[in-house]
């Protein structure tokens, strides 16, 4: 009986250790939110050097932004269509745009890195639906210059602080 209530008292300690230690995480992405999303700059008129268009969001799209901390915009450059996401808060909400393909009954398969004008590395991939290529890559920026060529990884320094918000998320998806 001992051992027991031993063993227990270990696991609701560890518990609140745990709970205790991710708390200022969760007040810090809420407060960032908040600070940001009021702040939000307006969208780019251009791209990599191209005016940008406006688009309506798909219906699937839309859906997405509800619950989003910050805003989601769809443009074209005349050749290419990018998707951008402002992001005010460390979020899981903010996924690799490969899933949004698989989602919309695209096969992926991962291709090389490649630089955008500004010399980031951006994660690529070749996305295949009904005999039709799109060639789409993604990177994600902070306010400081740093950039991520996955959210992975941009997850994890947003939500530790390495990173300071508000980011920017930009995928740019062509005919391949």
């Known amino acids: 009986m001992g051992a027991m209530r031993l063993r227990l008292d270990i696991g609701a300690f560890l518990a609140v250790v745990v709970v205790a230690g991710l708390a200022p995480l969760v007040g810090t992405a809420h407060e960032q939110a908040r600070l940001t999303e009021k702040d939000f700059p307006g969208w780019p008129t251009q791209y990599e050097g191209r005016?940008?268009?406006?688009?309506?969001?798909?219906?699937?799209?839309?859906?997405?932004?509800?619950?989003?901390?910050?805003?989601?915009?769809?443009f074209s450059d005349g050749r290419r269509e990018i998707i951008i996401r402002f992001v005010s808060a460390p979020t899981r909400l903010l996924h690799p745009s490969a899933d949004c393909f698989r989602g919309a009954g695209f096969s992926v398969k991962p291709i090389a890195v490649r630089r955008d004008a500004a010399g980031a590395p951006m994660g690529c991939f070749r996305a295949t639906r009904a005999g039709n290529d799109v060639i789409a890559c993604e990177v994600?920026?902070?306010?400081?210059?740093?950039?991520?060529?996955?959210?992975?990884?941009?997850?994890?320094?947003?939500l530790f602080g390495?990173?300071?918000g508000p980011w920017w998320s930009?995928?740019?998806?062509?005919?391949?």
């Open 162 to 164: 390495v990173s300071a």
């Open 140 to 158: 994600i920026r902070d306010s400081h210059g740093e950039s991520w060529p996955d959210v992975s990884a941009w997850y994890w320094n947003a």
């Open 51 to 74: 005016a940008l268009t406006p688009l309506p969001l798909t219906d699937r799209e839309a859906g997405f932004v509800r619950g989003f901390p910050g805003k989601v915009g769809r």
């Open 170 to 176: 930009f995928v740019v998806a062509e005919v391949g």
